[in-house]
């Protein structure tokens, strides 16, 4: 079974910390990428970050950086330097390859930066 | 610009009447997908289409129907709404060409209230 679970509805982070966002996942693919999403609350979806499987390298996007850990089947979005304009709600999502790559999301973590 | 197009953005109803949301793709993209989102919930699948003509069921199908019969469009229909279909949908598509690195294009929401 495919499933993604994020472990965190809320987070509170002070405006300049990091924060990691957890998310760990459950395939038995060997080939899958996985993927954060940012929904602010305009309610747009917004794609961050990507990492595939056979990466060897953590992804990093500017601030961004997921935190792979293969064996443990985890994918933590690392934000770095937190801004106000990080408040949003989070999404962590999974495209394995023998799924006709479908996509799975887990359940998301609300961030909010307090100033 | 590649997009998504999904409308209307909000839509208020009652129940029984039926109603369709319009979702469009400009970059011929293979996959589209309807999700809802639902406090608590993240986003559950409604259905998806790997390409023309060719839809399946996901997590969360019944009370729906869709249709593929371009390759850009993929409205979803609620033939007789309910109020426990009030919800956010959106509407996605990826491509296959690079399988599991293809991220998803989201449209930009439709909040949808049944009275």
């Known amino acids: 079974a495919q499933k993604i679970t994020q472990t965190q509805p809320g987070m509170f982070v002070q405006e300049k910390e990091a924060v990691t966002l957890d998310c760990t996942y459950d395939?038995?693919?060997?080939?899958?990428?996985l993927f954060w999403y940012k929904q602010p609350s305009s309610g747009e979806m917004i794609f961050l970050i990507y990492?595939?499987?056979?990466?060897?390298q953590n992804a990093t996007e500017g601030r961004y950086s997921l935190n792979f850990q293969k064996a443990r089947k985890s994918a933590n979005l690392v934000i770095s330097a937190s801004q106000l304009g990080d408040s949003a709600m989070y999404f962590c999502?999974?495209?394995?390859?023998?799924?006709?790559?479908?996509?799975?999301f887990g359940t998301g973590t609300s961030l909010t930066v307090i100033p | 610009e590649a997009q998504v197009t999904q409308n209307p953005r909000y839509l208020i109803t009652v129940t029984g009447k039926k109603l369709t949301v319009t979702c469009s793709q400009n970059m011929n993209h293979e996959y589209m997908s309807w999700y809802r989102q639902d406090p608590g919930l993240g986003l559950r699948q409604i259905y998806y289409s790997m390409n023309v003509e060719v839809t399946d069921k996901g997590d969360v199908p019944e009370g729906y129907k869709v249709s593929r019969k371009e390759k850009r469009n993929f409205p979803l229909i609620l033939e007789s709404p309910s109020p426990n279909q009030t919800s956010l949908y959106f509407c996605?598509?990826?491509?296959?060409?690079?399988?599991?690195?293809?991220?998803?294009?989201f449209g930009s929401g439709t909040q949808l209230s049944v009275l």
């Open positions: 990492q595939g499987s056979y990466d060897e």
């Open positions: 395939t038995s693919d060997q080939s899958y990428g």
């Open positions: 996605a598509s990826s491509s296959h060409q690079a399988g599991v690195r293809e991220k998803l294009f």
């Open positions: 999502a999974m495209r394995p390859s023998n799924t006709g790559n479908q996509f799975y």
